[in-house]
Structures are given as structure tokens and as C-alpha cells.
């Protein structure tokens, strides 16, 4: 099967580092998403592209996320400076949809446990 | 406001018995429907969507959830839960490609 492959699986570092997640696609899907799950706010989309294009990032705190699809096969998602408070599991998903938004199912990776000490 | 509400954050069940996981949806018009499930340290598996069309829907692992028009309502159901069935289960609905998803019900399986 298939799969959205993440990396790192953890990342323990100190606030005020710089935190690159990385995220594979299933390929030949075109629309690529960034959530974020803590206990106290469940899942949060944070940003999507489609096509490479971002198409939505109001979810994320502009001032130090930033995300980027350098090509089809990876997304990435980085944090700088990082605080404790952007601790939680962020997921990557992929999926297909067109300007008609044709809505198919989103598939998830096994997501970025992320501590910041 | 588009939401997606599970009024139950866990459920308890024991082996062999049925389950069913409640999910309502908010929104101006009817959006596209799914369950996910994640067990521990996993990202969510998609279990089932609704589209249109027969308003029960199959999914795998013997899930089958209900779309009810008029309580805006995509519940989950099981006849018979294993153990293995313990996770969290998740609700979502979009009405383009934006997933907005409910909170989540824990299920615990009592052998």
C-alpha cells in the first residue's frame, strides 16, 4: 500500500532551534496537508498546497512556521525559532482534488512527535 | 460556523458487543462525510466516507456508519467490537478540501 512517510518519527530539542519536518506524498497526489494535534486542540490543519501551490496557511502562526513543497515528493514544515508551546504531533496528508474541488479522502502519516524542553 | 461535533470524548465497551459512535455536523450545506480511526503513535486511517447516494455506507473492519439528512447526524457503528478496535475514532466533514474534524471519541474494549 501506498504511504505518507514522515520524518523524523520524534524530535526532542531545545527552544529557540530551528525544527524541519519532512513529508513524503503518496505520489501522484496533488494536494498536500500540515495538521497539528495537541490534547487541548485536537487536530488543526495548519496549511495546504495543491499543485505545490500553498493554497491556505491561516492556521499557521506566520511569524515562525513556514511551509514549502520544494517538489512533488516533499513538503516541508519549519519552526524557528521553536517555544514549548509548539510541542505536539504534526501530521502530514495527501490526496487528490481539482479546481472543482473534487473531493477525495486524505491520507495520513504516521506524524512528527515533537517536544520542545 | 462549518463544525463537526462527537458529544462523547470516551466510550466504554466490552468485547463482543456493539458499538456505536455519535458525529453531527454543522454546516449550509451537506458536506462530505468520514470516520477515521488512529491508535496510538499512528496517523488516522480512513475508515469510511459518504459522498451521496445509499445512506449507509461500509467501510473496513466491519464499520458501517449511517448518514441521516434530517439530524445532520454520521453515526458509527460495530456490530461486535474486538479488542483491537480500541483507539480513537475521528468524525470529519468538507465541503471543498478543507477537513474540519470533531474531537474524538476514545473507545476502551473491556475484555
Known amino acids: 500500500d501506498a504511504r505518507v512517510t514522515q520524518t523524523p518519527r520524534h524530535k526532542v530539542t531545545e527552544m529557540g532551534q530551528e525544527v524541519t519536518m519532512r513529508c513524503q506524498p503518496i505520489?501522484?497526489?496533488?494536494?498536500v496537508f500540515w495538521y497539528r494535534q495537541t490534547m487541548m486542540q485536537g487536530l488543526e490543519l495548519l496549511a495546504y498546497?495543491?499543485?505545490?501551490?500553498?493554497?491556505?496557511d491561516s492556521g499557521m502562526p506566520k511569524d515562525r512556521f513556514s511551509a514549502e513543497m520544494p517538489d512533488a515528493t516533499l513538503a516541508t514544515l519549519k519552526i524557528q525559532p521553536s517555544e514549548p508551546r509548539d510541542s505536539a504531533v504534526y501530521f502530514c496528508?495527501?490526496?487528490?482534488?481539482?479546481?472543482?474541488?473534487?473531493?477525495?479522502?486524505?491520507?495520513f502519516g504516521d506524524g512528527t512527535r515533537l517536544s520542545i524542553l | 460556523a462549518q463544525s463537526v461535533t462527537q458529544p462523547d470524548i470516551h466510550i466504554t465497551v466490552s468485547e463482543g458487543a456493539s458499538l456505536e459512535l455519535r458525529c453531527n455536523y454543522s454546516y449550509g450545506a451537506t458536506p462530505y462525510l468520514f470516520w477515521y480511526v488512529q491508535s496510538p503513535g499512528q496517523g488516522l486511517q480512513l475508515l469510511l466516507k459518504?459522498?451521496?447516494?445509499?445512506?449507509l455506507v461500509q467501510g473496513i473492519k466491519g464499520f458501517e456508519a449511517e448518514f441521516k439528512r434530517s439530524q445532520s447526524s454520521f453515526n458509527l457503528r460495530k456490530p461486535s467490537v474486538h479488542w483491537s478496535d480500541a483507539a480513537e475514532y475521528f468524525c470529519a466533514a468538507t465541503t471543498g478540501n478543507k477537513l474540519t474534524f470533531g474531537g474524538g471519541t476514545r473507545v476502551l474494549v473491556k475484555p
Open positions: 459518504y459522498f451521496s447516494g445509499d445512506t
Open positions: 496528508a495527501s490526496g487528490n482534488s481539482g479546481q472543482g474541488a473534487v473531493v477525495q479522502p486524505q491520507h
Open positions: 498546497f495543491r499543485n505545490r501551490a500553498p493554497l491556505d
Open positions: 505520489l501522484g497526489h496533488n494536494t
